[in-house]
């Protein structure tokens, strides 16, 4: 029995240690950059690029800006064969393959692959591969310092040595995007424990000061904590491209976002990027991870992952002080009044918005832009849940609710269970508003949502009612007072383990 055991444990020990190891240089003569991909164990035939990227929703085929592909095995070439843009297979299973990619313009919301002579930008998708059953595998990154040995390197993974990283396996490894070169600028931060990085690079990075987007940084985390009680990783990385192509894309563990200027007036854009570090990279449909990178993934709920972020983005910054409970509802009524207006509000449901997006290639989805809609979905679901528990409860506990069911490992949510959370949380009444909002393309229920929280929309203004004898509307955006979160920011903890590098 002794024996037994010796020799699974060595056999675990052995198994553990297995992995996918990337190796990555950069050579700017030819814009390209030079990728090796070892198997520490078995072989495989089939290797493949991603045709699109998570939060991206778009076919775009980075299989295309692959040249010269080699596969080896013990060191003896292996020929192969391109069935398809995205798709190499050898002849016999190798166990590495080594070959180029080369610098890509940016995508609608993020830079892909950028190289000039002080930094290069490395989204995943655009650059790494992966051999067929070896994604679930512990995965090593090595970079080749660019464009010298004093690099800083700005990524969301855990390092073993200041150009080593790893991941858990292929997903985190492909959401983990990183900047590094000789101008790479870094601040650091702790809230609840864990660590932040606010990282500035990007042709327009120098001189930029940093103190601004960490207080920011700070503001957004501390309300996130207090909403959710624990923050989700041990890193997270605030990668601020200044003047870089694209919007913003969230990560597991970070975002990359374009930035101009100082990042004045850009609270709503950090707090939504921020946000999706629980809206969408834990709380998700069951499409959206694993991931299946070589075709859609179709699901009806971008309306909640990013309307309602946006939603989220306007509490947040309210709650944290950048804003007024006053000026984001004149905000969120400006935008009614436009969706309003739009003839296809009658024609799209949010949820057909949703997943008619990969045929769009845009967030319109035929004529509806779930961002919108969906934002003001959440700010009626807010509402109308507020109402019908006379106070006891809102929104908040909804994605609570939806964050302790599918984060970790755990399987993401059913296209149904948002309107059962709904239901369950705030009475039966939500159904049909949920309906109404989501499934159906009809008007918007909010005239018959306001009165329950004292609230009336006036020459299309949403604003308390005078005369209406509810005070819950006038806690809105606030958390109620059984939650945490009510603190004033001037009477919250002092910031901790303030650093910066550069």
Not at 181 to 208: D, L, M, N
Not at 293 to 317: F, H, R
Not at 349 to 370: L, P, Q, T
Request: hydrophobic share 35%; charged share 20%.
């Amino acid at each position: 029995m002794m024996r037994t055991l010796t020799l699974c444990g060595i056999l675990i020990a052995v198994t553990s240690l297995q992995a996918a190891h990337y190796e990555i240089s950069f050579d700017q003569a030819t814009s390209t950059a030079l990728v090796r991909v070892r198997l520490d164990s078995g072989t495989a035939t089939d290797f493949h690029m991603p045709a699109w990227s998570p939060g991206d929703y778009r076919i775009v085929d980075f299989g295309k800006h692959v040249s010269a592909p080699r596969f080896t095995r013990l060191g003896t070439r292996v020929t192969s064969s391109h069935p398809s843009v995205n798709h190499w297979k050898a002849d016999e299973p190798a166990d590495m393959v080594e070959y180029r990619v080369s610098t890509q313009k940016s995508g609608i919301f993020s830079e892909n692959f950028r190289m000039t002579s002080d930094e290069v930008f490395v989204h995943g998708p655009a650059v790494f591969g992966w051999f067929e059953g070896h994604q679930k595998e512990k995965q090593v990154l090595a970079l080749t310092p660019y464009p010298g040995d004093s690099a800083t390197v700005a990524i969301a993974l855990p390092s073993t040595d200041q150009y080593t990283f790893t991941a858990n396996n292929y997903d985190v490894l492909l959401d983990s995007p990183f900047a590094m070169g000789s101008k790479v600028r870094i601040a650091e931060f702790v809230v609840g424990g864990k660590r932040h990085q606010v990282s500035a690079f990007g042709p327009r990075s120098q001189g930029v000061p940093l103190n601004g987007f960490v207080e920011i940084g700070q503001r957004v985390a501390t309300q996130c904590l207090d909403l959710f009680g624990e923050l989700p990783y041990e890193k997270y990385v605030f990668l601020y491209d200044f003047g870089g192509g694209g919007g913003g894309l969230e990560h597991m563990n970070s975002a990359r976002m374009a930035m101009w200027g100082d990042g004045s007036g850009a609270e709503d854009f950090i707090a939504h990027e921020f946000f999706h570090a629980f809206n969408v990279k834990r709380i998700r449909p069951k499409t959206l991870g694993p991931f299946d990178y070589s075709k859609p993934a179709v699901t009806g709920a971008l309306w909640w992952l990013e309307g309602v972020t946006d939603y989220y983005a306007e509490v947040i910054n309210v709650r944290a002080g950048y804003k007024t409970r006053e000026s984001a509802m004149r905000s969120l009524s400006s935008e009614l009044r436009a969706f309003n207006r739009d003839s296809d509000r009658l024609k799209v449901s949010a949820d057909e918005s949703s997943r008619r997006v990969w045929e769009s290639n845009n967030s319109s989805g035929y004529g509806i832009n779930y961002y919108t809609k969906g934002k003001i979905i959440g700010w009626i679901l807010d509402l109308a849940i507020r109402g019908e528990t006379g106070g006891k409860k809102s929104l908040d506990d909804v994605v609570r609710s939806l964050y302790a069911e599918t984060k970790g490992d755990k399987p993401g949510f059913s296209e149904t269970r948002i309107r059962e959370l709904c239901v369950e949380i705030g009475g039966a009444a939500l159904g049909p508003i949920y309906d109404d909002c989501v499934t159906r393309a009809v008007e918007l229920p909010i005239a018959t949502v306001l009165p329950k929280v004292g609230m009336v929309i006036t020459d299309g203004v949403v604003n308390d009612n005078p005369s209406a004898s509810s005070a819950i509307g006038k806690k809105w955006p606030k958390q109620i007072d059984a939650l945490p979160g009510l603190i004033s920011w001037e009477g919250r903890r002092p910031w901790q383990q303030l650093t910066t590098s550069s």
